[in-house]
Nanobody, 123 residues
């Protein structure tokens, strides 16, 4: 399975960006697909994930601002990011695998990763 992330860029505080993760297979066949973000010197942290049944999980820092959604027809998982803050600045990665491993950020057991896309929130 290949994952391709896109949509990053530079945005002012309070602005919005939409990231997209395109999968080379049916996302309905994947237990869960999620977005992580990483800043220099730190481990990736889970931002949000969505399961094959449509259940979602968000980190507390983005709840109410970010929305994750899946499009089975296009095999994409999007992350709509609103009310962006400078602390949202990071490289964002999409990942897919077993829901438990994504939730626990059990990196060695997460099956698939896409290349990152940079999100910079700055005035």
């Amino acid at each position: 399975v290949q994952l391709q992330a896109s949509g990053g860029g530079l945005v002012q505080p309070g602005g919005s960006l939409r990231l997209s993760c395109a999968a080379s297979t049916s996302i309905a066949s994947l237990d869960a697909v999620g977005w992580y973000r990483q800043t220099p010197g730190k481990q990736p942290e889970l931002v949000a994930h969505i399961t094959s049944t449509g259940s979602t999980l968000y980190d507390a820092s983005v709840k109410g601002r970010f929305i994750i959604s899946g499009n089975n027809a296009k095999n994409t998982v999007d992350l709509q990011m609103n009310s962006l803050k400078p602390e949202d600045t990071a490289v964002y990665y999409c990942a897919a695998g077993t829901e438990t491993y994504l939730t626990m950020s059990n990196f060695p057991y997460i099956d698939h990763w896409g290349k990152g896309t940079q999100v910079t929130v700055s005035s």
